[in-house]
């Protein structure tokens, strides 16, 4: 979880009957999307971005996304629930199933071990989920809830980066000095900045940012630019492995919000290049997947949301396809458990993936948990990483809650101003969120601009973590369950004595940890 949308006033509120179709050439992808060209100019780099105001840690206020059919903003997708039935099921269970929901089954998504049951538009998916879940046939049943995003090397801004020595690395990366490309690094979020191309979209509704507030109109069919980050790596480069998009189901898992390039540069930006900013683990390979629309999906009309399905979808498919790590900085405080999510945590783990997740960032609005954290305390392999600031304080937004079991610098600019987040390379948000100017200035974003942005959120926490479990992996710990044990033994107590609600066993200590494991030079 990152900074909020709340800034922007991010959802989008529907304005019925002024949906404006624009008369030009039919997109080729059925999507509603098309790459135009795969080449594209350099990417633009506009400097560090030091005097922009704080921006909160990212939460649920202003991270629903509305389609302009959509007049309610709700925890779930309406129409339809997940179901997973059980091994020894009979034949006819699903169809049985779905006719006592007054439902009708989809066929399997790819990724996916359990089902979707499509149900009227009416229709309570809460109620229709714990009809399923009392079928004895079934193991789980539940709805489609809603997910969002939870923000001494010779790099040049690596004097701003408070983080790092914080938690001693330059002192680790002289013993493991950045992992190597044998480590894939899974990044589920809102995509990244791995490519230059150039993308056809539409844009066929008005909207508005709040209500009563100024009219923003179609653009109808636009060409987006999007360029690699160049502190990320050259687009083609091989350092980005196997992408997917479960938010468009294609293989462009391309970042229109900037929260999945910042969160993928904690975790191996290009280190010692005499440039910009450092990362973690700087040598891994990168697999960028995109699981969390951004307000630009949504307002391209994207066919996919980031509902539990979505993103049980996009960890199996990291596992499948050879990450070592996952990185989880999303998740929701509305709804109920999510069981379809720590099933495919649990297949993940199983393949030998550690799994870092955001701890949530709802302490200062009621300290709701991050529903996809709660079952890190009964899987070992996975953690749950709360935040710190540059005092090594708890962030005023961090969520305390008994599943936190360790926490890392993720900023605290309420505390410190604006530099006092997490810096990381991402898109320029001045030529991104034009939904932010006046509606005279409002026009298509830019994709292949970059600046250096300081965020908070435990989105930026966490990354350390994955970050730091590469680092260990690479030194031969590769059961994610030893990885977690070493990191919560050897990590730094901060609170009460022992383990508590607020950090955990403590924050990461990876130079401790790796002398620790007799594995200093």
């Given amino acids: 979880m990152s900074r909020s949308f709340a800034r922007a006033g991010a959802a989008l ?102 089902d979707i049951v499509d149900i009227s538009a009416e229709a309570d998916p809460e109620a229709a989920a714990a009809i399923l879940r009392a079928r004895p046939d079934v193991e789980y049943a539940q709805p489609r809830y809603l997910n969002h995003a939870m923000s001494k090397p010779n790099d040049t801004l690596y004097p701003n980066q408070w983080n790092f020595p914080a938690i001693d690395m330059e002192r680790a990366w002289d013993i493991q000095p950045g992992a190597t490309s044998n480590i894939i690094v899974a990044v589920l979020d809102s995509g990244m900045a791995f490519k230059t191309t150039t993308i056809q979209y539409r844009s066929l509704f008005s909207f508005r940012m709040t209500a009563g507030g100024p009219l923003y109109p179609a653009l109808g069919t636009v060409n987006v630019p999007f360029a690699a980050a160049p502190e990320l790596g050259e687009s083609g480069s091989p350092r980005f492995v196997a992408p997917r998009d479960f938010i468009w189901n294609d293989d462009l898992p391309l970042d229109l919000d900037s929260h999945g390039t910042h969160v993928a540069g904690t975790v191996g930006q290009l280190t010692n290049n005499n440039s910009g900013t450092a990362g973690m683990a700087y040598n891994v390979r990168l697999m960028p997947v995109k699981i969390i629309p951004a307000l630009w999906d949504d307002i391209f009309g994207s066919p996919n949301d980031g509902t539990d399905d979505v993103v049980a979808r996009g960890i199996r498919y990291a596992a499948d396809n050879g990450a070592n790590v996952i990185n989880l900085s999303i998740g929701r405080e509305d709804g109920g458990a999510a069981p379809v999510v720590t099933d495919a945590i649990r297949y993940a783990v199983d393949k030998g993936v550690f799994i870092a997740v955001a701890a949530g960032n709802a302490r200062a609005d009621g300290n709701a948990p991050n529903r996809l954290a709660q079952s890190a305390p009964t899987i070992d392999g996975m953690v749950a990483v709360g935040a710190v600031g540059k005092t090594l304080d708890l962030a005023y937004y961090s969520t305390t809650a008994s599943y936190v079991e360790l926490s890392a610098p993720g900023g605290d600019q309420r505390a410190g101003g604006t530099t006092a987040g997490i810096l990381q390379q991402t898109l320029d948000l001045d030529l991104l969120e034009t939904y932010d100017r006046p509606v005279s200035q409002y026009g298509p974003p830019r994709a292949d601009s970059f600046g250096y942005y300081y965020f908070q959120g435990t989105s930026m926490s966490t990354p350390h973590v994955a970050g730091f479990a590469a680092l260990l992996m690479q030194q031969g710990i590769r059961n994610p369950a030893a990885i977690e044990a070493a990191m919560k033994q050897f990590a730094t107590d901060r609170g009460v004595t022992g383990r508590d609600d607020f950090y955990g066993y403590g924050i990461i200590n990876p130079r401790a940890t790796l002398r620790g494991l007799g594995l200093a030079r």
């Fill in 13 to 114: 509120v529907a304005v019925v009957g002024l949906i404006t179709l624009h008369a030009q050439e039919p997109l080729s992808s059925a999507a509603g999307r098309a790459v135009v060209q795969d080449v594209g100019l350099p990417a633009i780099d506009r400097g560090l971005r030091d005097q922009d105001p704080p921006r909160d840690a990212r939460s649920k206020e202003g991270s629903s996304l509305a389609q302009a059919d959509h007049s309610e903003t709700l925890a779930y997708k309406r129409g339809s629930v997940i179901v997973k039935f059980k091994d020894d099921a009979a034949n006819g269970a699903p169809a049985a199933a779905s006719k006592q929901v007054a439902g009708e089954m989809v066929s399997r998504a790819s990724w996916a071990d359990f």
